[in-house]
């Protein structure tokens, strides 16, 4: 592997990452950490958070976006 393609693969994962970053900020702006379906439960010195409803809301959108992708660079 020469020095020009691990140049990409880096830029390439630093875009991806910036991307998701910004979708996460926007995400928690948007309320979609507190979403019906999501389970919070608090105890005595500990807490679990269970984000249900938002892994699925997240899953149907990633599907959506890689399926027009897939066909966009199909043709």
Do not use: Q
């Amino acid at each position: 592997m020469d020095l020009e393609t691990i140049g990409k693969f880096v830029a390439v994962a630093g875009i991806a990452m910036v991307l998701v970053g910004g979708l996460l900020w926007l995400g928690g702006r948007l309320g979609l950490g507190s979403l019906p379906g999501n389970i919070r439960v608090n105890g005595e010195g500990w807490s679990c958070y269970v984000p249900i409803a938002a892994s699925i809301l997240v899953s149907l959108l990633l599907t959506l976006v890689l399926n027009l992708l897939i066909r966009f660079f199909r043709h």
